[in-house]
C-alpha cells in the first residue's frame, strides 16, 4: 500500500472517530425562549413573495452591479431595513459600502499560445485549443517556460496528499487535472479544487494549465469560451491593488481535450494513464517532453463601483452588543444576456431574490422582538457574487465594524423551496460550534438535518459565506435538501434538473412552482440559528482539529 493512502486511510479513520467522539455535542439542543418562538410564527409568506415580485421584476433588469436596475434594487433593501428601524452601517453615516472593481479581459487577437517540441513551435488557435484567464497584475505579459504535469495540482500534507512532493517546478509552468481526489472530504475537496493557482505559485511555478478529465465537461474550453470572451473582475484595495491575484503567476491557461492529450506524447505516462492514476486519488508528477509560450494581452480598466447595503439591529447586552453576527444574501445578477426562449432578462427570481427577501423578513423578526438579543445583528445585501464572491469577500476583508468582532455568518442563496422543507443541508455545520445552534432550530421545527447530497458541485466554494471562513469566521449555508414527501417526486433530480436547465438563464423568474409555506420555514430556520448564536454566552468557535479552522481560525481573543 502506498505511503500515501496510509496516511488517508489514517486521517479519514480519526475522523470518524472524531465525529462519533462528539456526537453527543452535537446533538444537544438548546430551549427556544418564548419570544424567540413568538417572533418565528409570525413569518409571512406573502411577505417573501412580495420582495421576490419586486426584486425580480423586469423593470430591474437583471441587477447587474453598476445599472439602475441594481440601484434599485439596493434602494429596495435599504427602505425595507429603515422601515423596520436598522440603522446605516455603511461608510460615512449610510447604508452603503462602495466596492472598488477592476474588469479585466483578454484581448485573443494580441494574445498567443505557442507549444515547442523538439524545436518545432506550434501556434494555437484562441477558442478553439486554448483559452486565457486575463492578468490583474500587467496588462502585457510573456512568459516561456518547460510544462511539468503534477497530477491534480494539489499539495494537501494534512490528507496525506501532495503532488509536488518529488518534484521541482520552480520557474516551471505546471498543468493539471480540474478537481479533486474524490476520497477528499467535501468541503476540503471543494476547497483545493479551487486553490490551485496559490499552491502553484507558493511551489515557485510561473504559469498554470489546466485541462478537464475526460469525464468532466463542465469545464472544457468549448463551455467555457463564449464566457472568456467577456470581462471578469477584482476587487481592488486603497492602494490599487486588484485582490485575489498571483503575480508570480504570468499565465493561466485551459487546454482542450485533444491539445492536453498532445503534450503526454512520449513522456512517462500516457494521458489516459495518468487519468487512470487520477481516478485511484495518487498523487504524480513528471515532466511533460514540451515547453510553452504564452503572451497574454488583458485590457484593464476601474470602471465600476458596487454597491453592498447594511443594516445594523443593536445589540442590548452592554457588553456583547459589541460582537456582531452577520446575515448576507448577495443583492446581484447576470443582468440582459443573450435571448433564451424570446426572453433576454435574467430575472435571478431563485438566484438570488430568494435569499434577500428571506433575510429580510427574517430581519422583521428580529426588529420584532420586545428586547433586541443580546449580540448585534447585521443584515448585509452584497454586489458582485455572481462575479466571484467580490462584494463579501470585500466586505469581510473591509468590515465596517471591527473585524475581530465578527463572531458568526448566515448565507443564504439559492435555498431551493419548490417542495416543502422536510430536511437541509447546512453546509459549514460540521466545522464549528454553531452545529448546536442548527440542530436546535431544525429540531424545534421538525427539520431532518441531511448530509450533502451533490459533493461534486463543490458548493460550499460556491457562495458568499465562503468569504467569510477564509477571514476565520464561522459560517453557515443552509439548502434545501431532498426529502419531498412525495415519493413519486426525487428531490435530488429536481434540484439538479433545475441547475442543468433554469439556473443562469431567463427562466429564473416568477413564473415558478415556489412553495411559500417552504420560504417561509427558512425564514424560521435564519432567524432561530442568528438569534441562538447571538444570545449565547460564548462566541461561536471551530472545532478542534478542524481543517477551515487550522487554515483560516482567527487566534483565540480575550472575551469582550
Not at 443593536?314 to 456582531?324: F, Q
Amino acid at each position: 500500500m502506498a505511503i500515501h493512502q496510509q496516511r488517508l486511510i489514517t486521517y479519514f479513520f480519526s475522523l470518524a472517530l472524531l465525529a462519533l467522539g462528539k456526537t453527543a455535542v452535537l446533538g444537544q439542543t438548546a430551549t427556544i425562549p418564548a419570544e424567540a418562538q413568538q417572533a418565528t410564527s409570525t413569518v409571512r409568506p406573502k411577505a417573501i413573495e412580495a420582495h421576490m415580485r419586486y426584486l425580480s421584476d423586469d423593470k430591474l433588469e437583471g441587477r447587474k452591479p453598476g445599472t439602475h436596475g441594481y440601484e434599485l434594487a439596493a434602494q429596495y433593501v435599504e427602505g425595507e431595513l429603515k422601515k423596520m428601524g436598522y440603522k446605516p452601517a455603511g461608510e460615512r453615516g449610510t447604508y452603503r459600502q462602495s466596492v472598488p472593481l477592476r474588469s479585466g479581459q483578454v484581448d485573443a487577437r494580441a494574445s498567443s499560445v505557442v507549444l515547442i517540441r523538439d524545436g518545432k513551435e506550434l501556434h494555437l488557435n484562441y477558442g478553439k485549443n486554448y483559452i486565457l484567464n486575463p492578468n490583474f497584475d500587467q496588462p502585457r505579459s510573456e512568459v516561456s517556460a518547460p510544462i511539468v504535469f503534477v497530477g491534480y495540482g494539489i499539495s494537501a500534507p494534512e490528507l496525506g496528499y501532495d503532488d509536488y512532493a518529488q518534484i521541482d517546478v520552480n520557474g516551471k509552468i505546471v498543468a493539471y487535472f480540474n478537481g479533486a481526489p474524490t476520497v477528499f472530504p467535501s468541503n476540503q475537496r471543494a476547497y483545493y479544487g479551487s486553490a490551485k493557482a496559490e499552491i502553484a505559485a507558493a511551489h515557485g511555478a510561473v504559469g498554470v494549465i489546466s485541462f478537464s478529465l475526460p469525464t468532466d465537461v463542465r469545464a472544457r474550453v468549448e463551455a467555457a469560451a463564449p464566457r472568456a470572451r467577456q470581462a471578469t473582475y477584482r476587487w481592488v484595495d486603497r492602494l490599487g491593488k486588484a485582490q485575489r491575484t498571483f503575480p508570480q503567476i504570468q499565465a493561466t491557461v485551459l487546454l482542450s481535450d485533444s491539445t492536453a492529450r498532445s503534450l503526454f506524447a512520449g513522456t512517462a505516462k500516457s494521458f489516459d494513464e495518468a487519468v487512470a492514476v487520477a481516478h485511484r486519488s495518487y498523487p504524480q508528477a513528471f515532466p511533460l517532453n514540451a515547453s510553452i509560450r504564452v503572451k497574454t494581452q488583458t485590457s484593464l480598466n476601474d470602471d465600476l463601483v458596487g454597491q453592498n447595503v447594511i443594516g445594523l439591529l443593536p445589540g442590548s447586552d452592554p457588553v456583547l452588543k459589541n460582537e456582531y453576527v452577520v446575515y448576507v444574501s448577495h443583492l446581484d445578477h447576470l443582468g440582459i444576456g443573450p435571448p433564451v426562449k424570446g426572453d433576454s432578462i435574467y430575472n435571478g427570481a431563485h438566484d438570488n431574490a430568494s435569499g434577500v427577501a428571506i433575510n429580510l423578513e427574517t430581519a422583521r423578526l428580529f426588529a420584532s422582538l420586545p428586547k433586541a438579543p443580546r449580540r448585534s445583528i447585521l443584515f448585509v445585501g452584497v454586489t458582485g457574487e455572481e462575479m466571484g464572491l467580490l462584494g463579501s469577500d470585500y466586505f469581510a476583508s473591509n468590515p465596517t465594524v471591527p473585524a475581530e468582532k465578527l463572531v458568526a455568518n448566515l448565507c443564504l442563496d439559492m435555498p431551493f423551496f419548490f417542495h416543502p422543507l422536510l430536511d437541509i443541508v447546512p453546509y459549514g455545520v460540521e466545522h464549528s460550534s454553531m452545529a448546536q445552534a442548527v440542530r436546535s432550530a431544525a429540531g424545534f421545527l421538525g427539520v431532518n438535518v441531511a448530509p450533502d447530497p451533490m459533493p461534486a458541485q463543490a458548493v460550499f466554494m460556491r457562495s458568499d459565506h465562503f468569504s467569510f471562513v477564509r477571514q476565520g469566521i464561522p459560517a453557515i449555508y443552509i439548502k434545501s435538501g431532498s426529502e419531498t414527501g412525495d415519493p413519486k417526486i426525487d428531490g435530488l433530480k429536481e434540484n439538479l434538473d433545475w441547475r442543468a436547465n433554469i439556473y443562469h438563464s431567463p427562466q429564473d423568474d416568477m413564473n415558478q412552482p415556489f412553495d411559500w409555506n417552504a420560504a417561509a420555514k427558512h425564514v424560521q430556520l435564519q432567524f432561530l440559528i442568528g438569534y441562538l448564536t447571538a444570545q449565547a454566552d460564548e462566541r461561536p468557535i471551530w472545532n478542534e482539529g478542524d481543517f477551515f479552522g487550522n487554515r483560516f481560525g482567527r487566534p483565540a481573543t480575550p472575551k469582550p
